[in-house]
């Protein structure tokens, strides 16, 4: 969906849709400030793709919902908040990609969230993080990062525990 502007959460609706597979809620198809995936919604459903939602702040996912989902992506949302309890439920979810979100960021990067600790791939702003928690050598190419990323990474040492990481050129 594009440039819909639906004030009103479009989850409970979109969600019994029970064939769709790939979920879009692309520049302002979405103006509100919350959405929640309840139970039971979206049983096929394998990607998510949440970009340029400016107002958006909050997604709830209750358990039960989005069961097969395996790459969540969350762009360009300034005001959005927290990841949700309810990834926690989602045991398929192999990548989260977030990018722009400097809120969410933080969050992830600081103290770790709860409900990607099973997420096996999560990058942000371009940045890899992959089993950072179990992970005793993480190596990044300059391929893949930016001098940003670097800093992210530097900064954020904290997380990585007693792993480390290097910087290589390619």
Known sequence: MLECEI???PMGILGKLHTLRELYLGPKSFVGEEMTSPA???PL???????R??????????QGAMPLVAE???GHCPRFEKIPEGFSSIQTLQKLVIYEVPRLKKRILGSGQG????????????CLLSKV????????????????CHE???SSFGVLGKSSFTLSGS
């Open 7 to 9: 004030e009103h959460d």
């Open 40 to 42: 039971s919604s979206f």
């Open 45 to 51: 459903l394998k990607t998510v793709s949440l970009v």
């Open 53 to 62: 939602l400016p107002n958006w702040r909050v997604w709830k996912v209750e």
């Open 72 to 74: 969540i992506t969350i």
């Open 115 to 126: 409900g990607v600790d099973h997420v096996p791939l999560i990058i942000i702003n371009k």
């Open 133 to 148: 928690r179990n992970t005793k050598k993480l190596s990044l190419t300059r391929g893949s990062i930016t001098n940003k």
């Open 152 to 154: 992210v990474m530097s």
